[in-house]
């Protein structure tokens, strides 16, 4: 059993991770409608990952035999005037998603729950790398999105990832 509050967090998180996949895919929806089909491939993928989030806290949660609840998935609500636009809400999203498994952490410690300590330092990681990649994105498009040939070169390379597998195995 975990304390009742950091079980209320990641409970809580399931539905945040959820959200974020549910926004990338709108960001994919995004791309495709502009022809950027490499663009829509990352997000689509991101949007996986996500999911995967999603189901290793699900699993973290079962294995310590706590009920798991979901709730309604927000609608993405954001409109978009320039391809870079999702990128920014993306990379503000992953900050705001960090400050969000720094609580769960903070409330881990708080208790001594060093098992959720644990499995967190695996989020709290991969926060590090959301956020570099979102701002990798940001300077790609800076340098060279606003070339005809040079946003289709980065379409190109955006089209060949892949999705893999989260590395955490519970
Ligand atoms: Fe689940 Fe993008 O962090």
Redesign the pocket.
């Known amino acids: 059993m975990l304390d009742p509050k950091v079980k209320e967090l990641i409970n809580t998180q399931i539905n945040q991770?959820l959200y974020?996949a549910y926004l990338y895919l709108d960001f994919a929806n995004y791309y495709y409608d502009e022809g950027l089909d490499g663009f829509a491939n990352w997000y689509d993928i991101?949007a996986q990952?996500?999911r995967d989030?999603a189901m290793l806290m699900r699993t973290y949660l079962q294995n310590n035999g706590e009920r798991v609840t979901l709730d309604a998935v927000a609608k993405p609500d954001q409109t978009f005037n320039s391809p870079e636009d999702p990128l920014k809400a993306g990379l503000e999203?992953?900050i705001y998603?960090t400050s969000l498994i720094n609580t769960i952490y903070k409330a881990a410690q708080d208790v001594n729950d060093f098992r959720t300590m644990q499995c967190f330092d695996w989020?709290v990681k991969?926060?590090g790398e959301?956020e570099k990649n979102a701002d990798d994105l940001i300077k790609k498009y800076q340098l060279f999105g606003h070339d005809p040939k040079g946003l289709y070169a980065l379409n190109q390379e955006l089209l060949t990832r892949t999705y893999a597998a989260p590395s955490l195995v519970l």
């Open positions: 991770e974020s991101q990952e996500e989030h999203h992953e998603v989020f991969e926060q959301e």
